[in-house]
T-cell receptor
Framework: NAGVTQTPKFQVLKTGQSMTLQCAQDMNHNSMYWYRQDPGMGLRLIYYSASEGTTDKGEVPNGYNVSRLNKREFSLRLESAAPSQTSVYFC????????????????FGSGTRLTVV | AQSVSQHNHHVILSEAASLELGCNYSYGGTVNLFWYVQYPGQHLQLLLKYFSGDPLVKGIKGFEAEFIKSKFSFNLRKPSVQWSDTAEYFCAVRSGYSTLTFGKGTMLLVSP
């Protein structure tokens, strides 16, 4: 089925370890996003990539890096994991239209539940 | 910068009760508005969206929302909830070329 695929689904890290969360979409979308979801905080944007070759910081970028590998793939890296990064991470993608408010929404992946101990 | 405020963090209803979840946004220009639902253990799914035109928007599973520009509101409604509507609901706004900004969510528990 077409959509956004995230791997892994679950991960436990020790403080200081590094890991990369993978995201791929097969809808030929231009834009991709990484959000984290924490109880009572909603979803907060970590980084996004408006188009292939570009990345920008979101609301909570500290402690993370991203790579837009190609149009399909957008990875999120934790270089030195901290307990504060325990969260559920969602990747999303969207088309980016011509107008300022082109008619598009986001499609979300199923999430990665990360625990840092 | 745009922001979204959801009025209730938790709502508990009995089956067949009517539902209204409040959402207000802060941005003076043209916006796109969304409601997403997240069932337990699942990812976010789009319930409905407003881009332009009729301010009363109908979505999936009997949900609807009304955009009231003068009140900067986009409240979600359903006439009669079911146990299967138990989920967390997120309002979101996008303006211009900005990214999607989410509210903090409302957890709805429907008791049978």
């Amino acid at each position: 089925n077409a959509g956004v695929t995230q791997t892994p689904k679950f991960q436990v890290l020790k403080t200081g370890q590094s890991m990369t969360l993978q995201c791929a979409q097969d809808m030929n979308h231009n834009s991709m996003y990484w959000y984290r979801q924490d109880p009572g905080m909603g979803l907060r944007l970590i980084y996004y990539s408006a188009s292939e070759g570009t990345t920008d910081k979101g609301e909570v970028p500290n402690g993370y890096n991203v790579s837009r590998l190609n149009k399909r793939e957008f990875s999120l890296r934790l270089e030195s994991a901290a307990p504060s990064q325990t969260s559920v991470y969602f990747c999303a993608s969207s088309e980016r239209g011509q107008g300022a408010l082109a008619n598009y929404g986001y499609t979300f992946g199923s999430g990665t539940r990360l625990t840092v101990v | 910068a745009q922001s979204v405020s959801q009025h209730n963090h938790h709502v508990i209803l009995s089956e067949a009760a009517s539902l209204e979840l409040g959402c207000n946004y802060s941005y003076g220009g043209t916006v796109n508005l969304f409601w997403y639902v997240q069932y337990p253990g699942q990812h976010l799914q789009l319930l409905l969206k407003y881009f332009s035109g009729d301010p009363l928007v109908k979505g999936i599973k009997g949900f609807e929302a009304e955009f009231i520009k003068s009140k900067f509101s986009f409240n979600l409604r359903k006439p009669s909830v079911q146990w299967s509507d138990t989920a967390e609901y997120f309002c979101a706004v996008r303006s211009g070329y900005s990214t999607l900004t989410f509210g903090k969510g409302t957890m709805l528990l429907v008791s049978p």
